[in-house]
């Protein structure tokens, strides 16, 4: 394989499971993640930002395995306090974790950008591997529910995913600028770029509708490889299949490759929906079916090798 930069855009846990897979078969300097930060927000005084965190820990080994979020060995002692106080409860930041939050609001207090922070932790955790914000502006995602609007963590954590979605809406999107960091890479050393099986609508939409993102994506010459999030018609974890059928979009991974038609070159199925292949194809994205479903650490590499194995097909001509 070249020596370009294969990068992964990623939400949370399910598109860190692939990005680990990514880091054990690549070196780390030919590795990017652009991670969503739609899902960003202050709590307590505090700028959380889960999805980077969890690629964060996840690169550093010290993610808590059986959540996917949060820290290996967290104590839970300022819940508790905050409990005991009457203080919100519903969104849970372990005492190790709270160090990360508090490091990186007075780093951003103090002028840095939400890049230099998150650089400045990967550095000390040792993880070689750039991890990138999808911008250093505040994008807030808002769920539109039967209820009215809801703060993505209000209706993710707080309300269980459990109200009926209409829509969703990038809030300050539009001031907000694709990072210029991630965009030189797309533009002029991307080998491959690797949708991960994240959320179409909440983790991946916010990252290709930051101005100047998609249309860095569609110059590179790079393939845009998809990972279906959707298997067998449900979502391997998260509200992704709960969403498409509340949006009236029925919930498959041919849907998936619709939703990035126009974007991608090529997309990764699991091997219980080869049916669909003969439709994706129709679409002109080339399709490649494999296990997707990725339960340890073995499978996470097989499907980075698997996207890889393609990536590389399509570099050689495979493109249609
Ligand atoms: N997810 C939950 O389901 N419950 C929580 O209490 C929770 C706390 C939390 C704290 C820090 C962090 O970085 C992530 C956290 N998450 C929690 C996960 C996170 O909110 C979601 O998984 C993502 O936003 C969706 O990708």
Redesign the pocket.
Known sequence: MSAGKVIALS???GGAKLVLGLSYVLPPEQLMVVTNTG?DFDHFGLR????T??VLYTLANLADKS????RVDETWTFMEVMKSLGGED????GDG?LALHILRTQGLAQGKTLTEVTAQVSKAWGVHVEVIPMCDQSVATIVETENGPLA??HY??RDRCEPVAKGFTFNGIEDAVANPIAVDAITHSAEAIIITPS?PFV?VDPILKVPGMRSALQASKAPVIAVSPIVGGVAIK?PAAKMMAELGIPTSALEVARHYQGLIDAMVIDEVDEHLVPEIQDLGVKVCVTQTVMNDLHDRIKLAKDVLALSEFMQNGGRQ
């Open positions: 939400g949370g846990v899902d959380i930002c889960p999805d965190d969890t959540k996917g979020w949060g519903w969104f849970n930041l974790d993505f963590q993710f954590v959320n983790s998260g």
